[in-house]
């Protein structure tokens, strides 16, 4: 698959063909001759692996506005996990366009260690598709998964990634380590970093400025108390 | 807890308590002076972390005596797997001298690619005990854990991990990584490697040779229908 935009290189054309190829379809050209970009208001640290088929088929906005509208869910996802008192995570496993998984940070509910976003999501997926090979999906998520879920993301063979902010603690895409790009496993994963990011980060800021008032609110009424 | 060993250190006693303590309780003499060995037939490549406290409060042989029941159990578990047509690798979690969970490999029978034997018996415990923050806690497991088990062993905040043979193609603890010798992580696992490491090594190698002389038999009947 690795050689298909070498082909499509301007070298390989005729002088007449690039002037019709950029006439009719500028977009695609464009996402050919230049190197794969984040879709999001930030720009990707990293962009590797595949490419992305999509980007293939469609001009680069569509693809973006694609990604863009997957992680809209996946927030929606992490705003429930707020709601509940959760870190605020969330993702949504899509498979041929169509969501087949969703999930939100689950740890406290659930009192289960394994139930975040990415976890639940992929074993959604694996039950809604009967196999646990999750080939032709794209996981959406609204951060850089741990390691352990980039593990089950590995596992799952899940060819792509999206996710939002990195997490430079325990990131393990990127932060502290890049599972995606070691050839020690037998399935390469590709990323996509950056899409709504400052959404995705806004969210997590906002939730734990909120845990951290909510925890000097309760400390209050106790120094008043041992005032009186 | 670092410093507990080292209060116990010969350069810290009276000669003439070194003399009564030898006297009495050899064996547990025996664990404080010298580094932390495996319990099985095959010699510990790394022994790390906090001390075990079983170790101090009873002889050496002791603990490796449990190690190895323990140790047995989960081959136990294992053995249940092969039963299944799966990838034989079991695990129990012990909590304070009690199993809490225990699992086995389901990849194939659930469909699910998050059903490792770890994460099984990780997700049990967490829901006997009620709580995400498996403390106080003993995981056995037969084969070396992955990234996705290593990381959901931290997680879990689970304190001590023993297993039985190294994984050389995804073992997370020492093989392609070792998360437990890594500071980066809040949390820290002691690791004894090796308990009945043979035993281990040898189911596998057993199930993986049973499955390719089926597969040689099954291709034989279609070799013999070709040529009539």
Not at 2 to 13: D, G, V
Not at 28 to 53: C, E, M, V, Y
């Amino acid at each position: 698959m690795f050689h298909r935009p070498q082909l499509c290189h301007p070298q390989w054309l005729p002088p007449h063909f690039l002037v019709v190829f950029t006439r009719f379809s500028c977009y695609q050209f464009h996402s050919i001759i230049r190197p794969r970009k984040a879709s999001s208001d930030r720009q990707a640290k990293h962009s590797h692996g595949l490419w992305n088929t999509t980007q293939k088929l469609f001009p680069v906005s569509f693809a973006d506005t694609q990604d863009r509208a997957f992680m809209q869910q996946a927030l929606a996802e992490a705003e429930a996990a707020a709601r509940l008192g959760e870190v605020p995570i969330g993702a949504v496993l899509v498979h041929q366009g169509a969501v087949v998984g969703r999930g939100y940070n689950l740890r406290e509910t659930s009192n289960d260690p394994t139930t975040h976003a990415e976890m639940v999501a992929i074993r959604q997926a694996a039950a809604a598709l009967g196999s646990w090979r999750l080939n032709d999906c794209t996981l959406y998520v609204t951060l850089e998964p741990c390691v352990m879920c980039m593990g089950a993301i590995i596992l799952a063979r899940v060819p792509r990634l999206v996710y939002g902010c990195r997490d430079p603690r325990v990131g393990a895409v990127g932060s502290i380590y890049d599972f995606s790009r070691d050839d020690r496993f037998n399935h390469r994963v590709e990323v996509t970093e950056g899409v709504l990011a400052s959404e995705c980060s806004e969210l997590l800021s906002g939730f734990f400025r909120l845990l951290r008032a909510r925890k000097k609110e309760e400390r209050k009424p106790l120094s008043g108390e041992g005032d009186q």
